[in-house]
């Protein structure tokens, strides 16, 4: 079958890749200059430093089929994302933990002691959090609240905790330990060459060819047997019923002649800040070495109908649109929504890989079936 894959990021990569080695010819397309999509790295020019274009991106996953499908691809190197953040001119680690919790309040505690503590600041009479901030008041308290997440949030989602859904403060820990990993995950590291060497890797497959600077026209989809669509979804519709809402980030560079700021990511959780944190890269490459440092300031805002859409907003608005979309997506004959802007999620890399290996199998299943796509 002839295959045609909007997108060259992971989503399209993976599945391409699978249908490729099951005797498809798979043809992937995408607008940008590069390969790799959100995941792009490439070498700075100036410092050669390996860069996160379109911001960090840590690779971390419980899932064993999956880690073993990035190591089939890539060397991956041991990586702990260990986030600092600075508020009202100190710095604190993240998540928050025993240590942030004994700065802050200037205490020694022990892990049952600080345990009680937070309880007692807690808002017990929140029983059922269904807010951003309910959920912050019910289980840190006022105090960390208003510190860590507030200003933080506020500068994020350009609207207040109150109208953001308990959902995404739940994917942060609080831990009574001292463990600063950001993450739980079993398998963490990152790509020794970057994510885009990984992705390139991925695609490096007869059966596949890869055309960049290209643009999605429906003749395309005419000359192909079944489209798997990684754009936005709304895109694909001509965005006939309005355009569901995005987050964008503006990325300011710099640079250092050193150690800016001693780590790879530093939050900052005053409002006053108008940016949310600094990346500096060379520290996601910790077994390089480099004397420059190259830095990125990250602001973040709603995005515009030219922006990159980064971040799905998915308040009440998104989601009543996003249900119209589906409806349509799911009427459509020969495409198949896939990734991030494609199903209107906020996906990690292992879970985009997981979903696109399954999608795939399961066009594979369909079609030996002989049941319509
Ligand atoms: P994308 O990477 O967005 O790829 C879609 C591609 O489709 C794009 O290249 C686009 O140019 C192309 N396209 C769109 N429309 C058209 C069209 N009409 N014609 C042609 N081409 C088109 N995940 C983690 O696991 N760890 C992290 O630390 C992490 N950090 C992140 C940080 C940020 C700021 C963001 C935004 C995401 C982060 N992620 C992270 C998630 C990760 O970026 C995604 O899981 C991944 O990029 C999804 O891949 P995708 O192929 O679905 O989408
Ligand atoms: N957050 C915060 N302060 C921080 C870090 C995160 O308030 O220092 C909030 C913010 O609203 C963010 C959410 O917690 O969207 C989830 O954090 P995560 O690090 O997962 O953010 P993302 O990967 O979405 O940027």
């Known amino acids: 079958m002839q295959i045609l894959l909007v997108g060259a990021g992971l989503s399209g990569a993976v599945i391409g890749r699978f249908l490729a080695e099951a005797g498809h010819q798979c043809r992937i397309i995408d607008r940008r200059p590069h390969i790799g999509g959100n995941c792009h790295t490439r070498r700075d020019d100036e410092t050669g430093v390996m860069m996160h274009v379109y911001g960090p991106h840590i690779f971390h996953t419980d899932d064993r089929q999956v880690w073993d499908y990035v190591n089939r691809f890539a060397e991956f190197l041991p990586y702990r994302n260990r986030v600092k953040t600075t508020v009202g001119n100190k710095v604190f680690s993240l998540p928050i933990n025993l240590l942030t919790i004994n700065q802050f309040f200037g205490k020694a505690l022990r892990p049952d002691e600080a345990r009680d503590f937070i309880a007692s600041r807690a808002d017990h009479s929140i029983t059922d959090p269904v807010s951003f901030e309910e959920q912050a008041l019910r289980f840190v308290g006022a105090d960390l609240y208003e510190a860590f997440f507030k200003g933080y949030t506020e500068k994020q989602w350009g609207c207040s905790p109150r109208d953001l859904p308990a959902s995404i403060l739940k994917r942060l820990p609080v831990r009574f330990n001292y463990d600063d990993n950001y993450f739980f995950h079993r398998y963490q590291g990152m790509p020794r060459q970057g994510y885009t060497q990984m992705i390139q890797a991925i695609l490096d497959h007869p059966g596949i060819t890869v055309e960049l600077n290209t643009d999605f026209s429906p003749d395309m989809s005419r000359q192909a047997d079944h489209v798997f669509w990684s754009g936005p979804l709304d895109g694909f519709f001509d965005y006939r019923l309005g355009r569901l809402g995005y987050r964008t980030l503006d990325f300011e560079r ?107 199998q399961m066009f594979l299943t369909h079609l030996k079936n002989g049941k319509a796509i």
């Open 254 to 360: 710099f640079t250092y002649d050193g150690d800016y700021q001693g780590c790879a990511v530093m939050n900052y959780g005053d409002r006053a800040v108008p940016y949310t944190r600094i990346t500096e890269h060379k520290h996601f490459s910790p077994w390089e070495d480099h004397r420059h440092s190259v830095c990125y300031r990250e602001y973040s805002r709603a995005a515009g109908p030219d922006d990159i859409p980064y971040y799905p907003i998915r308040l009440v608005r998104e989601k009543a649109l996003l249900e119209e979309y589906l409806t349509k997506a799911r009427q459509t004959r020969g495409v198949t929504f896939v990734g991030r802007l494609g199903t209107y999620r906020y996906l990690d890399m292992d879970v985009t890989i997981r979903e696109s290996m399954d999608t795939a």
